[in-house]
């Protein structure tokens, strides 16, 4: 039966979702979660939908004292299918869940990257999902072959690309919470006997070649799709000037990949630090990435995505406007952290992710490739959440206006989860495709229960809110 739980405040990644709802429901089983929807609806109780508490905006997986908010931790389950070739994951899972269970049968899943103890499945997945395995196998979300689901009136439907339900499973492969709630995800297994992935960390005077080596990735570097990067830059102004880093992963048994010499070259960029090797499984990199989670605890934290196409002075720009406002910033808001990550999405990701039906973010290959570069704040007082959000709405004026001075440099495309709320995430999809949502939406949830009673998510009424 549904269980009455007490969550610890870190389970949620920031301070700013610690609310308060007036009961907590852990549905064990599917039906159990239509049981909870359907008396939710009856009553027009208002409710939200935790998976793994991993984005920062208040109400994207909470409810305060006026809701009930239904937690998917109970459903916990890992099933492999008999020849292991997919395996069932409960929407309660993490991604370090995840690959501790397929590590011994030296398997994986494309899913999340660095500190996956703190990513969860669903949200993830609904998101589309940018994974190290992207550049070889697509979205994340390109690699689910079955959700389990239920609908706004409590059916419990299974969505395939092949069934009567292929509408759905085509718009949860990245068009957010708007259709249904997920409670499990049958995702396609990889061998992995072996993978090279950790963090390099830099000196702090490597600015111009650590941009260098980014833009050199992602132009020529990402065209070896078993590599991956994820780059950012971080400052924490209380410790001194910004420091460079790197995770790097290939799949495969090799650390020195040429499409990775840049930044394992010494003589690119003087190291500080390197964790970056081969080994047995991801649970293993999980257990490092997530070292440091404690040190999070307690803090308020804000994402925000500008996206680009790859352009060397536009990675310029981002840096040099984020570190100058950043600078000004530090004055108001104390014990600020702040990171600015630049990920890339080559042409490759994008055309393997047309597997099954296509995704309805339809990115365009033909641009690619492009940058996804998140700012990320993280502060200690609430007193200062007016400010972040202040800060980060100048931040994106700022920037995007010395970008469109570059030419056709902007993307419209905003990678879901790594959006603010007052970013139009939808304004970036296909207008055929948002018309599309539109129309799954209506067919499944007529009256619009998961856009109205139930909080979180970009809606696709309201595109801007949460």
Same mark, same amino acid.
Request: net charge negative; proline share 5%; glycine share 8%.
């Given at each position: 039966?549904?269980?009455?739980?007490?969550?610890?405040?870190?389970?949620?990644?920031? /301070?700013?979702?610690?609310?308060?709802?007036?009961?907590?429901?852990?549905?064990?089983?599917?039906?159990?979660?239509?049981?909870?929807?359907?008396?939710?609806?009856?009553?027009?109780?208002?409710?939200?939908?935790?998976?793994?508490?991993?984005?920062?905006?208040?109400?994207?997986?909470?409810?305060?004292?006026?809701?009930?908010?239904?937690?998917?931790?109970?459903?916990?389950?890992?099933?492999?299918?008999?020849? #292991?070739?997919?395996?069932?994951?409960?929407?309660?899972?993490?991604?370090?869940?995840?690959?501790?269970?397929?590590?011994?049968?030296?398997?994986?899943?494309?899913?999340?990257?660095?500190?996956?103890?703190?990513?969860?499945?669903?949200?993830?997945?609904?998101?589309?999902?940018?994974?190290?395995?992207?550049?070889?196998?697509?979205?994340?979300?390109?690699?689910?072959?079955?959700?389990?689901?239920?609908?706004?009136?409590? $059916?419990?439907?299974?969505?395939? /690309?092949?069934?009567?339900?292929?509408?759905?499973?085509?718009?949860?492969?990245?068009?957010?919470?708007?259709?249904?709630?997920?409670?499990?995800?049958?995702?396609?297994?990889?061998?992995?006997?072996?993978?090279?992935?950790?963090? !390099?960390?830099?000196?702090?005077?490597?600015? $111009?070649?650590?941009?260098?080596?980014?833009?050199?990735?992602?132009?020529?570097?990402?065209?070896?799709?078993?590599?991956?990067?994820?780059?950012?830059?971080?400052?924490?102004?209380?410790?001194?000037?910004?420091?460079?880093?790197? !995770?790097?992963?290939?799949?495969?048994?090799?650390?020195?990949?040429?499409?990775?010499?840049?930044?394992? $070259?010494?003589?690119?960029?003087?190291?500080?630090?390197?964790?970056?090797?081969?080994?047995?499984?991801?649970?293993?990199?999980?257990?490092?990435?997530?070292?440091?989670?404690?040190?999070?605890?307690?803090?308020?934290?804000?994402?925000?995505?500008?996206?680009?196409?790859?352009?060397?002075?536009?990675?310029?720009?981002?840096?040099?406007?984020?570190?100058?406002?950043?600078?000004?910033?530090?004055?108001?808001?104390?014990?600020?952290?702040?990171?600015?990550?630049?990920?890339?999405?080559?042409?490759?990701?994008?055309?393997?992710?047309?597997?099954?039906?296509?995704?309805?973010?339809?990115?365009?290959?033909?641009?690619?490739?492009? !940058?996804?570069?998140? /700012?990320?704040?993280?502060?200690?007082?609430?007193?200062?959440?007016?400010?972040?959000?202040?800060?980060?709405?100048?931040?994106?004026?700022?920037?995007?206006?010395?970008?469109?001075?570059?030419?056709?440099?902007?993307?419209?495309?905003?990678?879901?989860?790594?959006?603010?709320?007052?970013?139009?995430?939808?304004?970036?999809?296909?207008?055929?495709?948002?018309?599309?949502?539109? #129309?799954?939406?209506?067919?499944?949830?007529?009256?619009?229960?998961?856009?109205?009673?139930?909080?979180?998510?970009?809606?696709?009424?309201?595109?801007?809110?949460?």
């Amino acid at each position: 039966m549904a269980a009455y739980i007490e969550f610890d405040a870190p389970e949620f990644i920031s /301070a700013t979702s610690w609310l308060g709802p007036a009961c907590i429901v852990a549905p064990t089983v599917a039906k159990e979660m239509s049981d909870a929807v359907k008396m939710l609806v009856d009553g027009q109780t208002p409710f939200a939908i935790r998976g793994g508490g991993h984005m920062p905006i208040p109400n994207a997986a909470n409810i305060d004292s006026s809701g009930i908010l239904l937690a998917s931790t109970a459903l916990n389950q890992l099933i492999l299918t008999d020849g #292991k070739e997919t395996i069932e994951v409960g929407s309660g899972n993490k991604w370090a869940d995840v690959y501790q269970h397929l590590e011994s049968h030296r398997l994986t899943v494309v899913g999340g990257r660095a500190a996956q103890g703190l990513v969860g499945v669903p949200g993830f997945l609904l998101g589309g999902g940018i994974s190290f395995f992207s550049n070889e196998f697509g979205w994340a979300s390109a690699n689910v072959v079955r959700f389990d689901c239920v609908l706004a009136n409590g $059916d419990l439907v299974s969505a395939t /690309a092949e069934n009567e339900f292929s509408d759905l499973f085509w718009a949860l492969r990245g068009g957010g919470n708007s259709f249904a709630i997920v409670t499990a995800f049958h995702l396609m297994t990889l061998s992995l006997p072996e993978v090279a992935v950790g963090e !390099i960390s830099y000196k702090s005077d490597v600015a $111009d070649a650590f941009l260098d080596s980014t833009y050199h990735f992602v132009k020529s570097g990402s065209k070896d799709f078993k590599a991956g990067i994820e780059p950012r830059v971080q400052w924490i102004p209380s410790r001194g000037e910004p420091t460079y880093h790197a !995770i790097l992963f290939y799949n495969g048994d090799s650390a020195t990949p040429p499409s990775l010499s840049n930044f394992t $070259d010494t003589d690119t960029m003087e190291q500080t630090n390197s964790t970056f090797r081969v080994r047995p499984s991801m649970y293993d990199w999980t257990q490092e990435a997530d070292g440091d989670r404690d040190n999070l605890r307690g803090l308020r934290a804000r994402f925000h995505v500008v996206s680009i196409k790859a352009d060397r002075q536009a990675l310029q720009i981002l840096h040099d406007v984020f570190l100058a406002m950043i600078r000004e910033l530090s004055s108001d808001v104390g014990s600020l952290v702040a990171s600015l990550a630049l990920v890339p999405i080559a042409e490759r990701f994008l055309t393997i992710s047309e597997k099954n039906g296509g995704d309805p973010m339809a990115v365009d290959a033909s641009q690619a490739p492009y !940058i996804q570069a998140e /700012a990320a704040l993280l502060w200690p007082s609430p007193e200062d959440d007016e400010t972040i959000v202040n800060f980060l709405s100048a931040f994106d004026s700022n920037v995007t206006d010395q970008l469109r001075g570059l030419g056709n440099v902007l993307s419209s495309y905003l990678y879901l989860n790594y959006a603010d709320d007052t970013q139009p995430v939808f304004e970036g999809y296909p207008e055929k495709n948002v018309k599309n949502l539109r #129309k799954v939406r209506d067919s499944y949830d007529p009256t619009m229960i998961f856009t109205k009673l139930m909080a979180g998510g970009w809606k696709l009424a309201e595109e801007n809110k949460i």
